[in-house]
């Protein structure tokens, strides 16, 4: 490979760390932000790292880096948030109990975090303790489960979307299902990602 200048081996670091603890490669923005430059200058020095064979960026997605040389069988540390405060950087400082690594297979450089479920509305499937992985995303399909913001209070259902308006629904039965009219979702439901994937230790 050819060497780099001072300021491509800085990027270069920033992108390996940013993506070894949040899971996910930076934006070109967020790559400017942390530097103080334009996103274009940004843009310039990740082109640079490109041609000298150190990154390789796949076109059309914002998330597209990925560092070459690096196997899928890498670990990943993924953030594990105790709370989700409305209004407040999800991944902000007092948010984060810890983070736990899993294979960047698991991961597949989406932004994403592990949730720990405290209730029992979505039992058998989810229990109390269990950590979800859930990938960031503004939408879900229908009868998925997401992570969903109410009130700034952060709960985990299945989503369903009827003609009445916005309908949360659990899997425990003994839980009523949440249901908004169109006007009370819009101002009071925000969805915050999907759920991906379950992680339960076995005693």
């Known amino acids: 490979m ?29 790559v ?30 914002s998330r597209g880096l990925t560092l070459a040389g690096r196997g899928e069988g890498d670990l990943v540390d993924v953030p594990i948030l105790g709370r989700i405060a409305a209004g407040r950087p999800l991944f902000a400082a ?27 509305s979505m039992a058998p499937l989810l229990q109390p303790g269990d950590l979800v992985l859930v990938r960031v995303q503004p939408r879900v399909a229908q009868g998925e489960i997401a992570v969903v913001l109410i009130h700034g209070e952060a709960t985990v259902k299945r989503v369903f979307e009827e003609a009445g308006g916005l309908v949360l629904k659990g899997d425990n039965p003994r839980f009523p299902p949440l249901r908004f009219s169109p006007d009370e979702a819009a101002e009071l439901v925000h969805i915050v990602g999907k759920v991906t994937g379950v992680y339960r230790e076995l005693r």
């Open 94 to 120: 007092e948010h984060l109990e810890g983070t736990l690594p899993l294979p960047r297979a698991w991961v597949r450089d989406e932004e994403v975090f592990l949730l720990r479920i405290t209730g029992e």
């Open 32 to 61: 400017a932000a942390h530097f103080g430059i334009q996103p274009r200058a940004a843009a310039d020095h990740l082109e640079a790292l490109k041609r000298k064979g150190y990154l390789h960026r796949e076109p059309g997605r």
């Open 2 to 30: 050819k060497p780099l200048t001072e300021r491509q081996r800085q990027v270069l670091a920033f992108v390996e760390e940013f993506r070894r603890t949040r899971g996910y490669p930076p934006t070109v923005r967020e």
